[in-house]
């Protein structure tokens, strides 16, 4: 069964760093883009960063140059190091990354079950 397990949320202070992993596991033939979205309470999913399968990487706003997003092809991974974190980055933060499954027809867009990063003083 194909899935993606995300790690590394957490408790920090504002200022702190985290860094989130997410591996994907199963019978999977390739791997397009790969993604992270968060959703706070109240509100929608949103993008904070992609990263296509050449390394190319785009960011929310309010993240850029905070927050990097890259990828282990080889370990079919994506992580988004975080640092400079502020209250209003507290959110479940979801990984999702576009698959090519053995049996599959087509691509189709997986995600993980999310992990809570709060931001508190």
């Known amino acids: 069964q194909v899935q993606l397990v995300e790690s590394g949320g957490g408790l920090v202070q504002p200022g702190e760093s985290l860094r989130l992993s997410c591996a994907a596991s199963?019978?999977?033939?390739?791997?397009?883009?790969m993604g992270w979205y968060r959703q706070a309470p109240g509100k929608q999913r949103d993008l904070v960063a992609a990263?296509?399968?050449?390394?190319?990487?785009n960011y929310e706003d309010s993240v850029k140059g905070r927050f990097t997003i890259s990828r282990d092809n080889a370990k079919k991974s994506v992580y988004l190091q975080m640092n400079s974190l502020k209250p209003e980055d507290t959110a479940v933060y979801y990984c999702?990354?576009?698959?090519?499954?053995?049996?599959?027809?087509?691509?189709?867009?997986?995600w993980g079950q999310g992990t809570q990063v709060t931001v508190s003083s």
């Open positions: 990263i296509t399968s050449g390394g190319t990487a």
């Open positions: 999702n990354a576009d698959l090519f499954v053995v049996g599959g027809r087509y691509n189709q867009i997986y």
């Open positions: 199963g019978s999977i033939r390739s791997i397009g883009s």
